[in-house]
């Protein structure tokens, strides 16, 4: 297990839920004229935020998951992405938004990007809740970012540590003791 820490709280549950509200606006602008958005999570750590997001969504919408390999149960990045699962639907020639909880190195998220455009979707954007830029090893940027945060290990709201503090309602930094 982990060595003993403690969460200070870094973006509270009013906020994240407010810049939702704002984020959800733009992205009723970037798919204007949708027939139907397929909204695909990045399991596990989106599934808090992709919940909160589509409640949020004045759009029709289809709500679908991939899973990448990821941290294992430690703070590194794997940088080798493999996709454990993929999506259930088709999505050739339909706008897709792929929905990530944090991008750190950028090895998932672009991996993940790839995979999906390789499908030939419509439009296809991807937003995560949080940025590391400072962490970037590729050159990838999320077309909507929630929030910038600085180089901290974070928990809560669906992101955890070792599979601990997705409960948590807001985000909150791991600090050691
Ligand atoms: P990347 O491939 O390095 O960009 O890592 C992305 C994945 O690493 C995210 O989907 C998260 O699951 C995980 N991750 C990155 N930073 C953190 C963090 O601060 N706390 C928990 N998980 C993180
Ligand atoms: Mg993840």
Redesign the pocket.
């Known amino acids: 297990m982990s060595q003993p820490y403690v969460i200070d709280q870094m973006i509270s549950a009013k906020s994240i839920a407010a810049r939702i509200e704002a984020l959800a606006h733009e992205i009723r602008e970037a798919f204007e004229g949708t027939d139907q958005l397929v909204v695909v999570g990045?399991l596990r750590?989106s599934f808090i935020f992709i919940a909160d997001l589509v409640r949020e969504l004045d759009l029709p919408v289809e709500v679908d998951f991939i899973e990448a390999s990821?941290?294992g149960d430690g703070m590194e990045?794997s940088r080798e992405?493999r996709i454990l699962k993929d999506m259930r639907g088709a999505i050739e020639g339909r706008d897709v938004l792929i929905v990530?909880?944090?991008?750190?190195?950028?090895?998932?998220?672009a991996r993940v990007h790839d995979f999906v455009a390789a499908r030939n979707p419509g439009r296809l954007k991807t937003i995560a809740l949080l940025d590391?830029p400072a962490?970037r090893e590729v050159d990838f940027r999320a077309d909507l970012i929630g929030f910038e945060i600085p180089d901290?290990?974070?928990?809560g709201y669906g992101?955890?540590?070792a599979q601990r503090d997705r409960n948590l309602p807001f985000i909150g930094k791991v600090r050691f003791t």
């Open positions: 990045l750590g990821s941290y990045s992405v990530e909880d944090i991008v750190d190195t950028g090895h998932t998220l590391k962490r901290e290990f974070v928990v992101i955890d540590y």
